[in-house]
Nanobody, 123 residues
Framework: VQLVESGGGSVQAGGSLRLSCTAS????????MGWFRQAPGKEREGVAV???????DYADSVKGRFVIYKDSAKNILFLQMNSLKPEDTAMYYC??????????????????WGQGTQVTVSS
């Protein structure tokens, strides 16, 4: 499974970024997809997940600020990040979960991972 992220960068607090993740059509048809992040010295955490039916789930720390959505026709997953805070600084990863009952934000439930894209938010 090949997942390729893009869109990371450096931004000031309060700014916005949109991350993108491209994958094969098979992934979009058969997998729940999610965004995770990992800051130095911290565990990788699930930020947002989108199910096969388009349902979404977010970490409390990003609710109301981040939006996950996908363009299945173009095979692109997005994470729109608004009102960014310095604590959002991390490497962000796109991931796919092919289990029958997917939708979890637990990193142990995901089988495919991208290489990550760095997001840095300065105060």
């Amino acid at each position: 499974v090949q997942l390729v992220e893009s869109g990371g960068g450096s931004v000031q607090a309060g700014g916005s970024l949109r991350l993108s993740c491209t994958a094969s059509p098979y992934v979009f048809i058969h997998a729940c997809m999610g965004w995770f992040r990992q800051a130095p010295g911290k565990e990788r955490e699930g930020v947002a997940v989108i199910g096969l039916d388009g349902s979404t789930d977010y970490a409390d720390s990003v609710k109301g600020r981040f939006v996950i959505y996908k363009d299945s026709a173009k095979n692109i997953l997005f994470l729109q990040m608004n009102s960014l805070k310095p604590e959002d600084t991390a490497m962000y990863y796109c991931a796919a979960d092919f289990r029958d009952f997917c939708g979890s934000r637990d990193r142990r439930d995901f089988q495919g991972w991208g290489q990550g894209t760095q997001v840095t938010v300065s105060s």
